[in-house]
């Protein structure tokens, strides 16, 4: 199981951190992406980090705004949200699966999910 925590209200501009750990497991094999649900609307990604952290992947949308990092010594991965713009109100996600090669950006990818953490940026 993943949790998530760091959400909460920010003003536009503003930034946060979320943080994805797994209590009681070791993580260090898997990929963790970052997926949100806006509301009304399909998971979207956000991020990817891969297992040695040498490799990332960001939305689009995200880009040069976000970051996404890990410390697999204290089993949890970071992203961390600057810029942050009112389209950006929605249900954060992490979500784990066993390394591989390459990163992907497609939820069915992945296999172990976190229960999302409330992100709100007022204007």
């Known amino acids: 199981q993943l949790v998530e925590s760091g959400g909460g209200l920010v003003q536009a501009g503003g930034s946060l951190s979320l943080s994805c750990s797994a209590p009681g497991v070791t993580f260090n094999m898997y990929d963790i992406g970052w997926f949100r649900r806006l509301p009304g609307k399909e998971r979207e990604f956000v991020a990817a980090i891969s297992w040695t952290g040498d490799k990332t992947l960001f939305g689009d949308s995200v880009k040069d705004r976000f970051t996404v990092s890990r410390d697999n010594a204290k089993n949890t991965v970071y992203l961390q949200m600057n810029d942050l713009k009112p389209e950006d109100t929605a249900v954060y996600y992490c979500?784990?699966?066993?390394?591989?090669?390459?990163?992907?950006?497609?939820?069915?990818?992945?296999?172990?999910w976190g229960p999302g953490t409330q992100v709100t940026c007022s204007s």
């Open positions: 979500a784990g699966r066993s390394a591989r090669i390459v990163l992907v950006d497609t939820p069915d990818s992945y296999d172990y």
